[in-house]
């Protein structure tokens, strides 16, 4: 019975604390498996539970945990900051108290008292499980939120704690969102920090994963504004990949432009190939190919420089491999040209042809 | 940054030459139009087997160039050790992409048009540039080669892989056209 002097507030960062440490533990875990993180504490602690005349509180704890998490001394509590499969809880807990940590074995029975453990568990666990769900996508918007919330952590604002819990995704991922600026309740306004909760609260949060998002400042907060933003912070990341690749996008701030110009450049590019492709069709005429017709030629003769028609046209793949200096000069049978010995042959030779033209051909590049 | 790029331009050449190889002894009777979708042909695939099953884009090249005979000889011709697996794929990727547009027509047909308000100058503009931007992705949807199935973000991704490896195709086929006119015109 050491807890019964505890305060609620005592107990709360008590649990917290355990919570931690079970992270923490299970960090490099890379199979989360929330039924092994169960079974551990409730042989523990199952028979150390007993009814608790804070029935209100343990009804809230059982359902929502992570309230307590950021409403009290605990305002260090950012979210958890998925990075990839990696599970970092926010370590930096100024817990204040020191008769906190100071009793690691109260804590036991203090959870024990105030919850059943295994919801507690069952939540830890489920904040790791969240990540090997997949919300890889998110990382980068919670990244970007504990950042921006630990930026905010030394602001003295004292706002009242709002916990809204989402409603389900598609694949059945309960969110739990805190708006951490909000959360620096201390003492008194505690209680009535939890009765507003209780309120905006669902429910039912039965036994699914949660994944703990930070929504920022001003910014609202419930599922679907969430994952629309993490969606759109994907996409940009990703157009700036694609800003480095097309030329002259470096100015170009907004999506629609950037759309424009990689059109325009894929646009251009293919057409290149068309024009190219055609160019070499025309090279590879033979003198004594009848067959090209008089109405297609003239389209295209326009465009090609009066030096390619010459009428000592050789096969085009005869004079690639000359150009490899492969094979002797002589113009032989389009089938028998390539053997695959010339091919072989042609990488070993090919980059010093890349590397001597290039110098040649920087006229030609495309910018 | 040289390595990487002439690694896939190696690969390009190599796989083309080999392409325009099976069209070999037809070459002198066909026309300069078949001669030009001969060589694009062999150029595409070519590309997309420097890629071979990894990217959508890739797939769905191969799985359109299988449709008709020209296409089949050179992608089996091209990608004869993993020619099967690909083909697999490709046909998956037929089935997975009507799939996805049957999805996609229940989806719009269930959509429920939101009602503008007598929207503030912000919110317009806003509407409006997700227009734009909607507008656009669709176009960027039909040059990218099944770009139709992606949705946005994996679109993304492909057009960047896919301008890198046009560009490495523009460029060797560039730098050969040079190189064979310098031949031609030496002779």
């Known amino acids: 019975m050491f807890c019964m002097d505890m305060t609620v507030l005592e107990r709360q960062q008590a649990r917290f604390k355990w919570l931690l440490q079970q992270q923490q533990e299970n960090n490099h875990v890379s199979q989360y498996d929330p039924l092994e993180l169960c079974s551990v504490p409730t042989d523990l602690f199952h028979g150390f539970f007993d009814h608790e005349s804070m029935n209100g509180d343990r009804i809230d704890w059982k359902k929502q945990p992570e309230i307590y998490l950021g409403n009290n001394d605990l305002p260090n509590y950012g979210g958890f900051s998925l990075n990839g499969t990696e599970f970092v809880a926010s370590n930096k807990m100024d817990f204040g108290e020191s008769e906190v940590t100071a009793r690691p074995l109260e804590f036991d029975h203090c959870l024990s008292r105030t919850s059943s453990c295994q919801t507690g568990v069952v939540e830890a666990a489920k904040i790791e499980r969240v990540v090997s769900v997949n919300v890889a996508g998110e990382d980068v918007t919670l990244m970007e939120n504990k950042e921006s919330n630990l930026g905010r952590r030394d602001n003295s604002n004292k706002r009242k704690a709002e916990f809204i819990a989402a409603e389900e995704c598609d694949d059945k991922i309960q969110e739990v969102v805190e708006d951490e600026s909000k959360a620096k309740e201390k003492g008194s306004t505690e209680i009535s920090a939890d009765s507003s909760m209780e309120n905006q609260k669902t429910p039912a949060l039965p036994n699914t994963d949660y994944i703990h998002v930070r929504a920022r400042r001003g910014q609202a907060t419930d599922s679907h504004s969430l994952s629309e933003r993490a969606r759109r912070e994907k996409i940009s990341k990703k157009m700036k990949c694609l800003q480095d690749l097309v030329p002259g996008c470096n100015k170009i701030a907004g999506r629609a432009g950037m759309l424009d110009e990689i059109i325009n450049y894929v646009q251009s590019l293919q057409s290149q190939v068309e024009f190219l492709s055609m160019k070499i069709a025309a090279v590879n005429r033979t003198p004594d190919n009848v067959n090209f017709s008089g109405e297609e030629l003239p389209a295209y003769i326009g465009s090609f420089p009066a030096a390619t028609m010459s009428s000592t046209i050789a096969n085009f793949p005869a004079a690639l491999t000359d150009t490899f200096q492969l094979v002797p000069e002589k113009v032989t049978s389009s089938s028998a040209f390539i053997h695959g010995v010339c091919l072989d042959h042609s990488l070993d030779h090919v980059r010093p042809f890349w590397d001597a033209d290039s110098q040649n051909l920087q006229n030609l590049g495309f910018h | ?187």
């Open chain 2, 1 to 187: 940054m040289r390595a990487p790029r002439s690694v896939l331009k190696q690969q390009f050449l190599k796989k083309w030459m080999m392409g325009l190889q099976v069209f070999g002894s037809a070459k002198q009777s066909m026309s300069i139009l078949e001669r030009k979708k001969a060589i694009k042909l062999s150029a595409d695939i070519a590309l997309a087997s420097t890629r071979a099953g990894r990217t959508c884009w890739s797939r769905a090249i191969i799985a359109d160039a299988s449709k008709d005979d020209d296409g089949k000889v050179l992608v089996q011709h091209l990608l004869s050790p993993e020619s099967e697996r690909l083909k697999k794929a490709s046909t998956g990727l037929a089935m997975e992409n009507k799939r996805v547009r049957c999805k996609k027509i229940l989806k719009r047909s269930c959509c429920i048009k939101r009602v503008r308000k007598g929207a503030s100058k912000v919110v317009l503009a806003k509407s409006i540039s997700k227009r734009i931007v909607k507008r656009r992705t669709q176009v960027l949807k039909s040059l990218v080669p099944g770009g139709e199935f992606m949705d946005d973000i994996s679109l993304i991704e492909e057009t960047l892989d896919y301008m890198v490896s046009l560009r490495a195709q523009v460029d060797v086929m560039r730098r050969s056209l040079a190189k064979a006119t310098e031949v031609v015109n030496g002779k």
